[in-house]
């Protein structure tokens, strides 16, 4: 569906379920809180929190508070930001708390929508997998408004592994239509992960390199410099592949990989992504390296904690924090190049890029001293697209040096706010617009191409390979990278820019 344009005499309701929680806490109230403060949300949009806690909205303010960002002089407008906000306390699987929520929803409608103007609800699932399948049968049951449209948010996991994934899936379809379904990977609402379609193809200087014939691999990187930090239960339950790989970084591939969309709509967009993922066979075993992190004896705080140092993980588990494997696309563009994924935790710094190496020049006259082309996308931090290259060493000499075309986006953008990922994809729903979500058929199809992965390393517990807390991970990985071409010299010295 294409995104709509909102009437201002609509009245929208949001409802955050799982209010209590930590999502909602971090993530959910500041980014409704965003919206509301930059007069992104309609105007007439309320906010209602839903849990089993016995909680006020007051409470409910001074457990979010702390995370939304706001100047001295914004105090009034925060006030009237909770002043849009209700709470409903009610269980996840009984009819009665939904009945409640739909009865303060109908009160907050009452109250304001005038003569032909319309009512939408906008749900939000903040909370466990577990509660996901009660929690949507009774908010289709109950809560459902009959003024408007129905939208519902799901967070990730969608499962962990096919199997699981497909009996969501199969539940979730049964309760709601495709078009009222916002299945969230918040990499897809980032400024560089949306800026991929822009720059591929509303420039004609990329799509005729953008293959086989100039491209040798592409890397595509999520490294983090912490831990699990208490967080080790769930991330245990998950592992690195299902946490990131199988979702945003394969994401990031589909929308490098992809065909050009014969329009920018969502139905077209996903149908190219869907064809991107259908040409992958699950990855080959021998080409995967795993890794768990160990604590940095000479480290300070927590790097001097390894994973299984975390009381939240379970003894001597094998869980990977680190892992990489190496995707092939059997289609005509990108027949024999590799797309190296790799993901890490408790590494040497936070970066996520997308890193295309280009062939070796062909005749070569400068006696190897041209080194590859490199296009790098770095989604962050600090977003920016490099193109390392080749250049003749400014002034009296004659020989080529390495060198870049340089776009900064703090330079170049400097007065310009990048909004956080989930403030652009909460607007899409209001929108309507599913370009930046997860159909049922692209899920499907990404859990097609990991299941065998995770199956083997859990049949197997398949033992990780140790790195230090604070390291580049294992080395296995740089070996990994060249026995599939991809190239790196070292030689490469980036001068930043004095600030001015
Ligand atoms: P490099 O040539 O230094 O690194 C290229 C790649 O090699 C990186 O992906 C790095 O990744 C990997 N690498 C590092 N050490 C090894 C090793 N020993 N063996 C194998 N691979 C290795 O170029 P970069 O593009 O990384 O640029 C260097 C620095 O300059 C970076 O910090 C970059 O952010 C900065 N820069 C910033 C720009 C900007 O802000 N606009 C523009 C240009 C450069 P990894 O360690 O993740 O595996
Ligand atoms: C989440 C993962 O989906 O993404 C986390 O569950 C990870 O483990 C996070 O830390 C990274 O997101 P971002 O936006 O900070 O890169």
Not at 289 to 307: F, H, N, R, S, W
Not at 326 to 347: M, S, T
Request: aromatic letters at 12%.
């Amino acid at each position: 569906m294409a995104a709509q344009p909102l009437s201002s005499t609509d009245t929208f309701i949001f409802v955050v379920l799982g209010a209590s929680g930590d999502l909602a806490k971090k993530k959910i109230y500041p980014t409704l809180w965003q919206l509301y403060r930059h007069e992104l949300s309609p105007k007439k949009t309320f906010f209602v929190g839903y849990a089993r806690s016995d909680l006020t909205v007051s409470e409910l303010r001074r457990k979010a508070e702390p995370f939304l960002k706001h100047s001295d002089d914004e105090k009034s407008r925060l006030d009237s930001f909770w002043e849009a906000c209700s709470y409903v306390k009610g269980s996840y699987d009984q009819a009665k708390g939904f009945e409640d929520l739909n009865a303060a929803m109908e009160k907050i409608e009452s109250q304001h929508v005038k003569g032909a103007a319309r009512a939408h609800r906008l749900f939000y699932l903040a909370l466990p997998p577990s509660v996901f399948e009660p929690v949507t049968a009774n908010i289709r049951a109950h809560c459902f408004g009959k003024k408007g449209w129905n939208r519902v948010i799901v967070e990730k996991p969608f499962g962990k592994d096919s199997a699981s994934s497909a009996a969501l899936s199969k539940h979730l379809s049964s309760v709601f239509a495709e078009e009222e379904m916002y299945r969230i990977d918040h990499y897809l609402g980032k400024e560089m992960v949306q800026n991929l379609l822009i720059l591929r193809f509303a420039n004609n200087i990329f799509g005729p390199i953008w293959n086989r014939n100039y491209i040798a691999s592409v890397v595509i990187s999520f490294k983090e410099p912490f831990g699990t930090q208490g967080r080790g239960g769930y991330f245990d339950e998950f592992g690195i592949i299902r946490d990131v790989m199988q979702n945003h970084l394969l994401q990031i591939l589909c929308l490098t990989a992809m065909e050009k969309p014969c329009t920018k709509s969502a139905e077209d967009l996903r149908d190219e992504k869907v064809k991107v993922l259908k040409c992958i066979d699950p990855f080959n075993m021998a080409d995967v390296v795993l890794g768990q992190y160990v604590g940095d004896p000479e480290g300070t705080g927590d790097a001097k904690l390894g994973y299984l140092d975390d009381p939240t993980v379970p003894k001597g588990s094998v869980t990977p924090t680190f892992a990489a494997a190496v995707a092939f696309l059997k289609n005509e563009r990108w027949d024999g190049v590799p797309f190296i994924i790799r993901a890490g935790k408790a590494l040497n710094e936070r970066k996520t890029e997308i890193r295309i190496q280009f062939h070796d020049v062909p005749g070569d006259i400068f006696e190897g001293q041209a080194q590859r082309n490199e296009l790098v996308i770095r989604v962050q931090p600090n977003e920016s697209i490099y193109v390392k290259m080749m250049l003749k060493k400014p002034g009296m000499s004659f020989s080529p040096v390495e060198s870049e075309l340089d776009l900064t986006y703090h330079s170049r953008y400097k007065d310009t706010r990048l909004p956080d990922a989930y403030e652009r994809l909460l607007l899409d729903v209001f929108y309507g617009s599913q370009s930046h979500f997860v159909r049922t058929d692209e899920l499907a199809e990404a859990w097609r191409i990991f299941t065998p992965m995770l199956h083997s390393i859990e049949r197997e517990k398949r033992k990780p390979l140790q790195y230090k807390y604070g390291s580049r991970g294992p080395p296995e990985f740089d070996k990994l990278c060249a026995k599939f071409g991809y190239k790196y010299t070292g030689t490469y010295e980036w001068s930043k820019p004095e600030k001015k």
